[in-house]
């Protein structure tokens, strides 16, 4: 059994992930105990936690905190094989920085980190760019600590989600060209989930993802 630390656990995308997650161990109750995940829910307020069903399976923990509570931060990733964060606010970039020491002093070294789309000015149409949209600081800030931390991780630009469960994407490596401008949500769901299933896939890349045209 794997355990899994989902930081900003109330994000949609977030409780999609664990509904999805959960769902595949309760579908697959011949797995063996190292197939399947313990999911520890990190969150500021754990009744917007939509999925009861999680905050009652046996294999769901939930904790109660804030990423700037470094000392929760660290008793939250003791044991811990996978950090999958999902946040946001304008402090992200010390937001990450409080992770990536936790990570290092409890020893953990995979990280799955959700950022944006134009973060590195990639995006083919201008506006959505870094350097026409202030709005990106934040999530740049992020991936610049995450690139510069020396752990396993994988940082994930989406563009803007959308309700497309049957899309094709595109996966796209930091350096070329982000030619879509939406995400499918179902197809971002499933990209970390295998991620999660598989940590060995895509380590040290930063890894857009769009719908195919």
């Known amino acids: 059994m794997s355990n899994i630390l989902i930081l900003g656990a109330t994000g949609q995308i977030a409780q999609l992930v664990t509904a999805q997650l959960l769902n595949a161990q309760l ?3 011949h797995l063996v105990n190292d197939q399947t995940h313990h999911l520890f829910l990190y969150c500021r307020q754990p009744q917007r936690l939509y999925c009861q069903h999680a905050i009652e399976h046996h294999h769901v923990d939930v904790i109660q905190a804030d990423v700037n509570d470094t000392a929760q931060l660290e ?7 996978v950090v999958y964060a999902n946040l946001s606010g304008h402090d992200l970039g010390q937001q990450t920085q409080n992770i990536v020491n936790a990570m290092q002093k409890e020893g953990v070294k995979r990280l799955i980190f959700i950022t944006s789309m134009g973060i590195y000015n990639e995006v083919t149409t ?4 870094l350097q026409n949209n202030p709005a990106l600081k934040p999530y740049r800030a992020l991936a610049d600590v995450v690139e510069s931390s020396g752990l396993d991780y ?4 989406p563009g803007w989600f959308v309700h497309a469960p049957n899309s094709k994407v595109v996966l796209s490596q930091k350096g070329e060209a982000f030619t879509g401008m939406e995400t499918s949500k179902q197809a971002l769901v499933d990209f970390i989930c295998d991620l999660i299933d598989q940590p060995t896939q895509h380590i040290q890349q930063s890894v857009g993802i769009y719908n195919a045209a």
Do not use: E, G, H, S
């Not at 008793?75 to 094989?81: G, N």
């Not at 201008?126 to 760019?129: I, K, R, S």
């Open 27 to 29: 579908l697959n109750q």
């Open 154 to 157: 994988t940082l994930v630009r």
């Open 75 to 81: 008793q939250a990733m003791i044991d811990i094989d």
């Open 126 to 129: 201008p506006a959505q760019n």
